[in-house]
Structures are given as structure tokens and as C-alpha cells.
């Protein structure tokens, strides 16, 4: 259903891959609530991916570019307002990617050179970004910038690895710039927190399916999925949302304000095979094993 909630406004989507891609649900969803929209991604991306048969869809362009690269996001945004015949109303950042998780090395034993990529893709684009729309002046007033991030920003989850420090990284620049952006031209920027999401980035992370699960019971309405977090995007590209701006905003399902559920607990004390509120004793082994 449409509500042309996006009528007349313009937007850049960063990341698009397939299907299964947040990006590719914002991407959709702006479109029907009447944007219209350029994609970019790698070159690499683009060719390994469906980006082009959704361009081909909306009548637009995939713009390649390295999202680290300065002068090629200085390409993306000169296009797509060649392309829009105007500036752009607002710019969706859902890159990340970690070699240290891909390659499973162990938080404490991490390679550094790997470690500087990780926060260049999945951090330091976005800056790089927000710095290239400022200097071309790409942004309409009131217009929004939206980053995907994640809770393991503020909380530690065991296999999400230097991604954490990343969406942390990631977060900060979204207030920093925010104050910025939005005091200069009244451009508003906030990271959304959604849930854990089966996307090819999410299917990386080393026990992705049991995070979903648990995740799952410990949400008061459950797990939000990819086209959930689109509808969210697509309010905060809208003039609803004028005034939300530097804020990290959860998505899932109420997961960030609990501490345990019935759900999650009823599961827990099956997998210690008792009734009662204790648990069996471990050996040293045994203590450790999930370390």
C-alpha cells in the first residue's frame, strides 16, 4: 500500500545487492511511495549482483563506485543529480563488510590491515560520503541521510567481531555530522539499529541462525525483517520525520530493552534438561568452551 509518503523526492540508494538486501526493499518501497532513485554499489557488486535489473525496473541508473573512494561517491552524487535534473532529497548507507569476520580470525587476535578496512567500508564511506554531499551541496534542506547500523555497537555479541566497533565508529559520525548537516542546511542524519537480518552481509556472521532464533524469543513482537526496516527508511526520508535527526533509532522488535523473556527462558531451561532455576555444574572444559 502507498501513501506517497516520497512524492517529488529524490534519493540515492548505496548497496543494493539483491533481493534479499535491505537496500533493495528501501529501494522498492521509496518507489512506491513515489520517489525517484539512482543505486550504487561496487563495480564488482553490480556485475556479480541483480543491481542492474532493478535500475532496469525504476528506469534509473546503478552508479559504480567504491564507497571509500572520495572522487567516485563525488561521481555518484554528480550523476544522480544530473540524472534528477536537481539535488537529491535523500541517501540511504547500507555498506558493511569486515575481512576479519570473512576470514573468521578471532577478536583478540585480529589482522590490523583487515581491521583498517573493516572501518573503512563500513564506517569511514559514511563519512566520506556525508563530506562529498556537504561539498557539492547535494542536499536538499530537510532533506535525510539514513545508515544501517546494529545493537553490538553498544553491547558486546560473541562473532560480530570488529563489525561492532565499526557500527560504533559508524553511530558516532552519524551525530557528529548530524550537528553539522543539520545546523548548516538543515539536513537530518540518524542510523537505524535494526534487527539481526539474513542478508549476504548477515549470513557471514558465525552463528547467524541461532542469533535469529534467540533474537526471535526475545523480542515482544518478534524479529523485524528487511521489508519492516524499509517502511521504517522510507518515514525517515519523509517530511513526517523533520526534526529526528543524530539519533540511533532500534528496530527490532523491542530486543534492546529486554533483558529475558518467557520465551527465551522456557528454551534455556530445556537446554539444561531441569525444571528448577539451577543449572548443572560445568567442568573447567566445559566453562570455556564458547569462549
Known sequence: MSYNLLKGKKG???GALNSDSIAW???ERAVEEGAVITLSNTALAIRMGDVDKLAERFNTEAIPADATNV???EHVFKRSMEIFGG???FVLHSIGMSPNVRKGKHYSELDYVMFDKTLDISA???H???HVARKLDAINEWGSVVALSYIAAQRTLHGYNDMADAKALLESIARSFGYIYGRERRVRINTISQSPTLTKAGSGIKGMDKLLDFSERMSPLGNADALECANYCVTLFSDLTSKV???NLFHDGGFSSMAMSSRALEQYEKGLGCDCNCG????EEEKHKYD
Open 245 to 247: 535527526t543524530m539519533q
Open 71 to 73: 572522487e567516485e561517491l
Open 25 to 27: 526493499k528501501v529501494a
Open 87 to 89: 539535488k537529491v532529497d
Open 124 to 126: 569511514l564511506s559514511f
Open 12 to 14: 540515492i540508494i548505496f
Open 128 to 130: 566520506k560520503m556525508l
Open 280 to 283: 548443572p555444574s560445568e567442568s
